[in-house]
Structures are given as C-alpha cells and as structure tokens.
C-alpha cells in the first residue's frame, strides 16, 4: 500500500514540476516582465536596474526559478503588488470562506445527486427517469451564473428575504447568519455538481445492474433491495469515485465564478480581482493553492480506489 | 463519411435532439446574417435606455439604450466563433496527439500524455484565466485558452479509441497483409474514430461556449464593444431592479444554446452506443 | 398422460418434476413483439438429466431463463410453467424469490462475469442461504467451506474468503456451482455451464456436476449447442430450433436414429473425433435469428425433405411421436437414418519428407516482458512460446492444438511476423524472415496469409466488403495488375459469395459470410500458406461445416498448405494431415493424424483426447476417461522439469527435474517430449496427481 501511494506520488512530481514552472514563468511571459509589473510603465532607467538587481533578476534564470520554487514550497509567495500584504496571508483570510462554500456544496450535491441518480436507474426509461435525466441536464446545462442572477433576482431583488451580496461568516459562530449569505451561493454550486454525480452515478447504477453477476444474484432467490444494497452499490460506487477528480475540477472552477455572482470573499474572487489589478504574485498564489488542493484531493481518490477493489494489487 | 446520413436520420427521430438542432440551426442563421435582416448592437438611444421589451424593443434596452435583441443575435456570433475557434484548435492540436501515443505507446505515449496530465493538473477555468493572465484580454487570448483546454478531452479520447482498435483483428489485420503503420493509423483507425470524434467535438462546443461566457462573466473574456452573453450578464446583474430582463433574456439565448449541444451531444453517445450493442448482440449470438 | 406429444415426458415416469405446456416469449421492440420461443412443452423427471441443444437464436437460452422467472422486463410470456405443485408462470416476485435457489439453482455460462467482483467467493456461496433465514450469519463461513469442498476446491478454508478475481476460471465455475447446489434444489438448470471453459477443464465440471447430481438427486436441465456434450450426459434430448422443440426423446434414440430432418442433418455435420475421414454434410443457409423466422415448419428453407413442398412452408407441423421419439415434422417418416456419408474425404498423398518445407520454425520463442515498480523494470517474462519446432510443407495441413494460453495463436502470429521472436528461427520458402523489417517482409507476405478467429472483428466495418477483399491487392500496388474488379468478382465466386454483394457493409453479413469474406481477401495475393488461427471457433455448428469443406475444396483447387490452430479435437482431426499438440508453449507430441489419434503416447495428450466429449451416447459406457488434476499453471512460472509433470499421472522424480526433449519415439512417425511416452494401457499402473475414471 504504502509503495503504491509512493507510486503515485512519483508520477506526480513531473506534472507538479512541469505546472510549477509554467506560473513561475507566467510573470516573464507578460509584457514588460516582473519589473514592468511592479514599476509601471513610467519607470526610468535607474529605478528598473535597482529594482532588477534587489529582485536578484541578474542572476540565472534557473536559480531564481529554484528561488522561488524553494519559497514557494514552504508558502512564501512573496507580497500582494497591490495591497503590500504577504500573498500567504491574504490567501489564509479567504480560504476559509472558500472551504466552508464548498463543503455546503458538497452536502448539497450529493443529498441531491445520489438520490436522483438510485430514482432514475432502477426505473431506466420510465416517465421518472426522464423526468430525472432532463432534472441533471438542466442542473448541467444552466450556467452558474445565470442560475445565480435568478435566484438573486427571486429572492433577493422580489422576495427580499436574502442578501443579494453574500458574507463570510463563519458557520460556527452564527450559523443562521451565516446560512442566510451561504444558501444561495451553495444551492447554486450544489446544484451543478449534483448534475455531473446524478449523470455519472446513473450510467455505473444502469450499467452495474445489467451484469452478469445480478443475474445470478436473483437467481439465488435475494430480493431486489438486497441485490441494489449490498451488490449493485459497492460496484457502481467504485468507478464512480473516479470521477470524483472529475467533479472537483467543476466544482474549483464552479467556485470562481458563483464567488463572483455573490460578491462572495473567497479564494476565486480574490484572483480574479488580482488578475484585474494584474497582481502577479497574488494570481500566482492563488493558482498553487488552487492547484495543490486539486491535486491532494485526486490522489486522495486515486489511493482510496484502490484500497476499496481488491482487483487493484498495489504490491 | 459512412453512418453520416444514418446517425443523422436517428438523430432528428429523437423529439429533444431535433428540437436542438432546429434552435442551433436558427441561431447560426441569425448569427450568419445578422448584418442583412439589419441588427444593430451599437447605435445607442439615450432617451431609450433600460427600457422593458415591447415592441419596438423586443428585448428591451441596456443602460446605453442599445437594442439588447441585436446584442444577443451579435453575443450568438461572438460565442460560436469563440468556441468553434477553439474547438478546431483542440481537435487539430489533441486528435493527432492521441493518435500517435496510442498508435506508437512508450516514449511518445510518455512524453505526450505527461503533457495532456500537465494541461489536465488546473482545472480548466483556472487554466484559461492563468493563460488570460498572461496574454492579456482579448478575443484570440480567450478562444486560445478555451482552445487549449480542450485538447486533453481529444487526445485522451482518441487514444482510448486507438488502443481498443489496435486490438481488433481487422487492424492487425492490415498489418499481415503489409500495410505501413502510416496505412494502418490514417486508413483504418481513424476513419474508425469519427464517430467518437464527433461525439467530443459537440460535447467540447457546449464546454467552450460556457466557458468562454463564464470569461466574459468574470470580466477576462472577449473585451468590450465586442457583444457577448456573458459581458451582457455582467453588465445586467448591476441593473436587476431596474432591469430584470437585463440578465435573464441573454443567459436564456445562452442556456438553451448549451443545454442543445449538450442534448445533441448525449442523443448521439445513446445511438452510437445502441450501434456498439447491436454488433455486440449479433456476436453474443454467434458464439 | 393424455398429451398429445408423448415424447415430451419419459417412459414410464411419475409425476413429472417440472412441466412446461405451451411456453411462448417474445420480446417487446420497436416494432413489436418478436417471438424467441414459440410454443414449447417438456416435462423433466426427479433425477433426470434433459439436454436442451440448439444453435444462436434457437431459443435456448430465452427458456431457461423463463424457467426461473428471470427474464428481463421487455419479454412477454404465456404457457404454464409448473414446478411440482407450484405454478412458476403466474407466480409473483415474493413466490419466486422462495423458489430460486432451493428449488431451482442456476449455474451460467460465463464464470468471468456471473460472480461479483467485490464479495469474497465464500460469502456469496452461501448469501442465499443466510438471506432466507435457512443458515445462521454465524455458522456461514464453515458452511461455504463445506459447500466448496464439495465442489472439490483446494484449500477451501483458503479459497473462501478469496475474491473471483483470484480463481482461476474452472474453479469459479466450481464455485457456481457449490452456489447452485447450496440450498439443495430440486432441479439444476445449467446454461452453457462449459462453453468458456478448456476442454480438460469441461471434462472436469462436467463429472463434478454429474457426481454431485448423483448425490443429491436434483434433476438437470443442461442448455449446450455441444452435440458431444449431449452423448456424455443426457438422459433425454430436446433440439431446438427457430423457437419450437423440433424433436424430443431418450439420448440413445436421438443419436441413433433421428427423426427430425434438422437433427439428422446435425449430427452428420459435425466432425467427429472418433471418426475416420469423411467429407461433412452441411445444412445450406444458416439458422434465423427471432423476428425472421420463415413460414410453415421454420426449417423448410434449409431442409432436403421439404424445401419443394407447400405444406411446409404453410403449416407448422406439430410435435408427435415417431419411432423412438416425438419429431415436429410432416415427413418425420422418411428422415433417411444416420449413415456414414457415402462422399469420402479426398485422401491426399502427405508430400514425402524429401521434399523442401515451406514454412520451417526452429526453436521458437517468444516471451513478453512482465513490467512492474515506478521504473517498468522487467521482473520477469511470460513463456508464451518455449521452444517451438516445426515444419509446413507445400500443399498440407498442419495443425497446432491446445488449450487456452498453451501459445498456439502466438506462434501463429510469430509466424507471420506479427509479434517479435525471441529466440529461434522462421523459415519460408527456404527464406530466414525471423528478424526482417516490416518491409522486407512485405513481399513474403504475399505469399503467406492470415485468417482470424472472430469474423465479426476481422473486418474493418466502416468499408464495403469489395474494399475489403481488394484491400490487400491495393497495398500491395497489384490491384490493377491481377483484374482489378473482375479479380475481386473472381474470389468471390471462389468462396461462394455472390459479387451482388459487392457495396455492403460487414455488418449486414451473418458470421460464416464474413469468415467467407476473411477467407476472399486472404486468397487475393495468391498465396501458398494460409495461417488459419481459429476459423470455425465463433460459428455455429451447421455453418462450421460449410466452411470446413469450403477450405478443403480450396487446398485441393489452389494446392494451399494450411498452419491451422485450433482447440476443438475433432476439427482438427477432420481437417489435418499432420497434428502438433502444444502446452504451456512447447510441443508435447507431434505425429501423422491418424497415429496421434489412434496411438497417442504423450500423457496430455492422451487426456486431451479422452476429455473431448464424442456425440455418440453408445460410446459412454467403455470411455475410458482421464480427468486432470488441476489447471494450466501460470505461463510466467512454468513448473521446473516437464512443465505438465504437476498434472501428470505418470509423473516420476525425474520428470520434476529435467525436462523432456521431444524426440522420435520407437520407430513410430510421433515426436513425443516425455520421459514415460507410450501407449495408454495396462502400465499407467500408478495414477498419482490425475485420476482414471
């Protein structure tokens, strides 16, 4: 077990090392480089050589890589252009917001999702089930944002039983505050990846219950909910985590932009204000974050597939 | 193409895919000649701005009093040029890829699908908005991200589809009788593989539509005059009390337009799919 | 009984154990209802084994299915179905649930698949059991250690809390069965039990399954398309055809003296593996498939009795008794009795030992790495080929035969260059082409073709069959050359397709077309060699038949050498000259047809031979059969000395440690690898891991 985990972390080291390299070039890569970046473009001559030589930018390109990916890795992302403050910091105030967003949405999803996914699988073609399909189509096809301006519109704007614009706060200290600015943001996030779990969950159910071995299990006389119980789900289940890396990506990239529909304090709106305000160190802080989350929870997943199939030999 | 005509003629039996493709087939008309039944989504009427639908005004006004029905119809042309943009760009740039690492495998299936793990490490918004980043904000900046994107869908695809052919008799067949790997990859596998190309490309046109308006949305996508669904979201979401229809007529036209690829999309997995069971019934029979 | 077919039930029995009056199913489609049974009656006493044969579409299947309510929610059933005092037909879910697994256990075809992956194999043995209350949770585990000691499985305590993906296949289909017999039901209902299995390993099942139907009593409904399979264990025989029972009677009847023109018509057109050579009878056409049923008796198209008369294309004739059994056939009466054919097989003259081989492989070897770790280091190599000799030469058949992973279709495709040697040489024409490039070997060939296995995966589906016959001719820049189109017209007619044909896809084509197809585009270069991996194996029986005789009409028109791997016995014998038996990638005898057949003297394949069912009932009683301990070891880690010594019954110390070199035995015309070669008789006193049964 352990050498497979090891395994997998190997073949993480190229892809991390190869990603590293493209956000730590991504300040080069922009017109007028660093120093363009931080000076403006009205800086003089002595103000750009001072700047390069106290950034160390004389020196080899692949030292200052390794500079900064040294800092990088123990969370020195260097200071916010705009407002002065270290990026680790300012990371840390939004991340919280961002976490306890996505764990709503969560919840939301898969209490919504799994559900849907059980109704329409075992009863494939039925009025249900395309009543349930086209549910998880819509839940798909709907853009966040728009669902969002909708229930702003709804219940906000006519209703006015919530706020239109959402704050953190935290669950722990007022959880009803704190579920008055967070319904909204994560009904529209859960909702969503709801769709990608109920379409997903429902091919592996559909397909699971068309196999060979649930033949033979009603031929040994068990009832239908024994066969789905204790057959059928840890089957269908196995695949399905899989595509949890899947739902993740969906759910990262569902978070910037549902943060934007609230004005919501989270990670995704933090970089997206800093790519406005072209704060390179912040974007480029926001993207490893982002990025090493993503990557932690996959091989979570990965790890835990092959523990749960016993037809994975990780020896 | 062989089966074109016939997975076309499934296609239009299926009441929802007909109905997507008829609401797509009108949108590219209006898209394609929009000049000629004279929209016109810049002039502005002050006097005009943010009024609710009417006649005049079939979908009201934006705060400038331009006419939001020919933004939309413009917002339509700025979208699928995007995502189609991008969608060639992934297709030419992943098919090939996925070709040759699954017809080859070792080092060249290392390197190019290490690559394909590379793009697929971000999430894919969170790609595009590094590449924005980088390149600034423009129209070529965002079909390019969307673009890129959408290259680990194809060659991921087709190498899948690569790998279970080469396995199949009538591959190695073509081997026995001499043919070059050239032959075998171009002549036999890939017309092989259209089917599931095109199941990717329509799948990836809704993807890049949503993501090239989710760009807009956050303000990074197609910069403005340029109309686009997603700006006009952006704009409308600041006059909701004003100007309801503002936000909601727009993130229709864009809704409908991905949940009809989407549609398509999934009708043409379901036929391709009942073909595949076809064949393999007709075996099961046989053995 | 007053029922008009008395065939269905057997002579002078009781009450019947389960009985079946007009049984019909159909299944909803588009266009509606298809029919896959049609109206069928049987009855199946306690202890009685009762075969159901029949070819695809026959409506095997689809029966046993509806005898346990299993049938999926688009068929449509009418008849009654009675087991004992039950009625199976109206009975709802709860009814039926008491009535699967202690009154009917089902074993399936496929032990790949009909196991779940994820529950360990002792739990499920025993799950029907516990869920109905008859076995306490507590006392499970002792009691699936029980259930498959009875099925004979090794270290069963072991075996039990092991997932299916660590049995091999012989043993989960052991496991099926101890789950079919766990709650000790009344009747057993198999469905191509042994179909996936290897022939040593089907010998195996199937005695388990007679021995244990012996100790318990259950009667045994066994649904094969095996005619040999039937004449080692039914009692009765009921042939399907089209939907319908077309006759029905004891084994020994039926085999002797058929009276339905399709079963008459089947047994002549097997090959069998006691039978000297003769040319096969084919049955022309192929069997409809539900929803093409022809009118009348569904048979006449392909029948010699009634194809010309109207009232069999009218009426559907019923099921009555006719001699010794009940056929469902107007003419019944003058169904000629089973002959010998008087067409003999052209004998040919084998090309004396003087003469240049075509093809000559020397030591062959091919081992594919085992790759494992961060690194891909190779940690080991699976043998698939050991150590291969042999000879082709111009105008005769050789055949390579073995069980699944002996190496015999890798050796074929070594041959044709398609996977790397190892070590060794391939000779053709005289030529060393082991290590040519692919373009060297482009010439070569031409003069060396391949036809598969799998009809339905040879063909290359997105193109028209005349692309893909000229697809070969065009490759090689000859298609212009050889006649272009009037060539392609040419192989056509040669294989006995029409060139109206010419715009279709392969899908359109039934399987023994598309084999056609394969044969046409193999034959378009000329070639002297055909490499035939498998031919007949994915064909029903009839068809099988016309592609057997089609090949020998062809090595005698185009004087053809044929390499032809196979698993089926009786094919090979029917189709060689000379016969090579492989295991775990060497060969272990090799001799003239004939002598190996008569006279073999490697112990393997002795029981190879023995454990090929023949489809003649009055051959059971004096078989000698040798049952094989054990399975095919790993191909990685062969066993030391003679690989075959763990499962040989005349094993010595010495056959542990060294291994046998194959070498002329006597002064026979066999090349035998054993340290104990010889006859079977009277010295294979001592029987050590195998048995004598």
Not at chain 3, 324 to 348: I, K, M, V
Request: overall charge neutral.
């Amino acid at each position: 077990m352990t050498a497979y985990v090891l395994r997998r972390l190997a073949q993480l080291v190229p892809v991390l090392f190869i990603a590293s390299i493209g956000i730590f070039a991504m300040i080069y890569a922009v017109p007028g480089g660093p120093v363009g970046i931080m000076l403006g473009e009205n800086a003089n001559q002595a103000e750009i050589d001072a700047l390069v030589h106290d950034l160390g930018l004389d020196r080899p390109i692949a030292i200052q890589y390794f500079d900064w990916l040294g800092s990088a890795v123990t969370g020195d992302f260097g200071v916010s252009l705009h407002s002065r403050e270290p990026v680790i910091k300012l990371i840390g105030e939004r991340l919280p917001a961002t976490l306890q967003l996505a764990a709503v949405a969560t919840l939301i999803a898969v209490l919504l999702g799994i559900p849907v996914a059980l109704a329409s699988a075992l009863h494939p073609g039925s009025w249900l089930d395309r009543m349930l399909s086209g549910w998880s189509a819509l839940a798909l096809g709907v853009p966040t944002f728009w669902l969002g301006i909708l229930l702003i519109l709804l219940f906000a704007v006519e209703l006015r039983w919530l706020p239109s614009a959402s704050r953190y706060v935290p669950l722990w200290e007022d959880p009803l505050e704190a579920l008055r600015h967070l319904i909204m943001p994560a009904a529209t996030l859960g909702v969503y990846v709801s769709g990608v779990l109920a379409r997903f969950l429902r091919a592996s159910l559909v397909s699971q219950l068309g196999a060979d071995y649930v033949r033979t299990a009603r031929s040994k006389g068990l009832s239908r909910g024994r066969i789905v119980r204790v057959h059928v789900m840890r089957n269908a289940l196995l695949p399905f985590i899989t595509v949890i890396g899947l739902m993740m990506a969906t759910f990262i990239g569902g978070a910037v932009v549902t943060e934007a529909v609230f004005t919501y304090p989270g990670l995704g709106r933090m970089l997206i204000q800093a790519i406005s305000t072209r704060d390179y160190p912040l974007i480029q802080g926001c993207i490893i974050v982002m990025l090493v989350i993503y990557v932690a929870i996959n091989l979570t997943v990965d790890v835990l597939y092959a523990y749960v199939d016993p037809r994975i030999e990780y020896s | 193409m062989r089966g074109g005509a016939r997975i076309l003629r499934e296609l239009v039996r299926r009441k929802g895919a007909l109905l997507s493709l008829a609401f797509l087939a009108v949108l590219v008309l209006l898209a394609v000649f929009a000049v000629a039944l004279g929209f016109d989504p810049v002039k502005q009427n002050i006097l005009h701005s943010l009024e609710a639908p009417s006649r005049a005004y079939w979908f009201g006004t934006d705060e400038l009093g331009r006419d939001i029905l020919s933004r939309v119809v413009y917002g339509a042309r700025t979208s699928l040029m995007t995502a189609g943009g991008a969608v060639v760009l992934a297709g030419v740039i992943g098919v090939p890829m996925g070709l040759v690492a699954g017809f080859f495998g070792g080092w060249r299936d290392a390197v190019l699908m290490r690559a394909v793990d590379v793009l697929l490490a971000l999430p894919a918004i969170l790609f595009a908005l590094a590449l924005i980043a980088v390149f600034g904000r423009s129209q070529g900046a965002a079909m390019l991200a969307v673009g890129i994107t959408g290259i680990p869908g194809f060659a991921r695809i087709v190498r899948a589809q690569v790998l279970s052919l080469r396995q199949r008799d009538f591959v190695v067949a073509v081997e026995a009788f001499g043919g070059s790997s050239g032959y075998s990859m171009f002549r036999t596998i890939l017309p092989n593989s259209w089917n599931q190309i095109l199941v990717q490309v329509v799948v990836l046109c809704s993807i890049a539509i949503l993501l090239e308006a989710a760009l807009a949305f956050l303000g990074v996508g197609v910069p403005p005059p340029t109309p686009s669904w997603g700006e006009m979201l952006r704009t409308g979401k600041s006059y909701l009390h004003e100007a309801p229809y503002y936000a909601i007529l727009p993130g229709l036209a864009l809704t409908l337009t991905i949940l009809s690829f989407d549609t398509i999309g999934r009708s043409l997995t379901a036929i391709l799919e009942n073909e595949d069971a076809a064949v393999t019934r007709a075996e099961g029979v046989a053995s | 009984m007053s029922d008009p077919a008395s065939g269905i039930v057997a002579e002078g029995a009781a009450e019947p154990l389960l009985s079946v009056r007009g049984l019909t199913v159909g299944f909803a489609g588009r266009g509606g209802v298809v029919p896959a049974v049609r109206g069928i009656d049987f009855d199946v006493m306690a202890n009685e084994v009762l075969c159901i044969v029949g070819e695809s579409g026959s409506g095997k299947s689809v029966t046993a299915l509806a005898l346990n309510g299993l049938l999926p929610a688009t068929a449509r059933m009418s008849g009654t179905i009675r087991l004992g005092q039950t009625r199976i037909d109206t009975a709802g879910e709860e009814a039926l649930r008491a009535v699967r697994g202690r009154e009917i256990g089902m074993i399936f075809q496929d032990p790949a698949t009909t196991l779940n992956p994820l529950m360990v194999v002792g739990e499920q043995v025993t799950e029907g059991e516990v869920v109905r209350g008859d076995l306490a949770r507590t006392d499970a585990p002792a009691r699936a250690v029980e259930l498959l000691e009875e099925v004979e499985i090794a270290d069963a305590a072991g075996r039990a809390g092991q997932y299916p993906h660590q049995f091999s296949g012989g043993m989960r289909q052991r496991a099926v069965i101890a789950m079919a017999m766990a709650g000790r039901p009344r009747l057993i209902v198999a469905d191509e039990p042994t179909t996936a299995l290897d022939v040593t390993v089907q010998a195996q099942v199937l005695a388990l399954l007679a021995r244990r139907q012996a100790e318990t009593g259950a009667a045994v409904i066994l649904i094969t398309h095996d005619l040999g399979v039937v004449a080692e264990v039914a009692d009765r025989v009921a042939v399907m055809y089209a939907g319908r029972i077309v006759e029905i009677g004891p084994v020994d009847a039926i085999f002797a003296n058929p009276r339905h023109p399709y079963t008459a018509a089947l047994l002549q057109s097997i090959p069998r593996v006691d039978a000297a050579d003769r040319r096969l009878d084919t049955i022309p056409g192929q069997p409809p498939l539900p929803g093409a049923f022809p009118s009348g008796c569904a048979f006449h198209p392909r029948c010699a009795l009634g194809s010309a008369r109207p009232r069999c294309a009218a009426d559907d004739p019923a099921l009555h008794p006719v001699g010794g059994t009940a056929a469902a056939c107007h003419f019944a009466e003058e169904t000629a009795p089973p002959r010998l054919p008087a067409d003999p097989r052209q004998s040919r003259e084998i090309a004396g030992a003087t003469e240049a081989p075509l093809l000559s492989i020397e030591n062959l070897e091919v081992h594919f790495p085992i790759r494992k770790g961060l690194l891909k280091r190779t940690v080991g190599h699976v043998r698939a080929v050991d150590g291969v000799s042999l000879v082709v030469r111009a105008g005769e058949t050789v055949s390579i035969v073995g069980e699944s992973g002996c190496g015999k279709t890798t050796t074929a495709r070594a041959v044709m260059g398609l996977v790397k040697a190892t070590a060794g040489t391939i000779e053709f024409e005289g030529d060393d082409i082991t290590h040519k490039s692919s373009a060297a070997l482009r010439a070569v060939r031409q003069r060396m073709q391949y036809v598969f296995q799998d009809p339905f995966s040879a063909l290359n589906p997105v193109k028209p069959v005349e692309e893909i016959v000229a697809e070969p001719l065009r490759i090689h820049g000859l298609y212009d050359e050889v006649g272009g189109k009037q060539r392609i017209a040419e192989l056509f007619d040669l294989v006995g397709l029409s060139k109206t044909m010419f715009g279709r896809y392969p899908r359109e084509f039934s399987g023994g077309q598309k084999q056609r197809i394969g044969i046409a585009r193999a034959l378009g270069l000329a070639p002297r060699l055909l490499v035939l991996d498998e031919p007949v194996a994915a064909l029903d029986v009839s068809i099988q038949a016309q592609i057997l005789n089609l090949l020998e009409d062809l090595q005698n028109e185009l004087g053809l050498a044929y390499l032809f791997i196979a698993h089926n016995l009786s094919v090979v014998r029917h189709i060689s000259d000379r016969v090579a038996v492989m295991y775990l990638g060497r060969i272990v005898e090799e001799s003239v047809k004939d002598d190996l057949y008569e006279g073999a003297l490697h112990p393997y394949t002795q029981s190879l031979l023995s454990a090929a069912p023949v489809p003649d009932p009055t051959r059971r009683a004096d078989r000698r059969r040798i049952v094989l301990a054990g399975e095919i070891p790993n191909p990685a880690a062969p066993p030391p000395g003679c690989s075959f010594h763990p499962r040989c019954g005349r094993a010595s110390a010495v056959c542990s440690r060294d291994d046998p070199r194959k070498a002329r035995f006597g002064d026979t015309r066999t090349l035998v690898a054993c340290h104990h070669a010889g006859p079977l008789g009277e010295p294979v006193g001592q029987v050590a891991a195998g048995g004598v049964r």
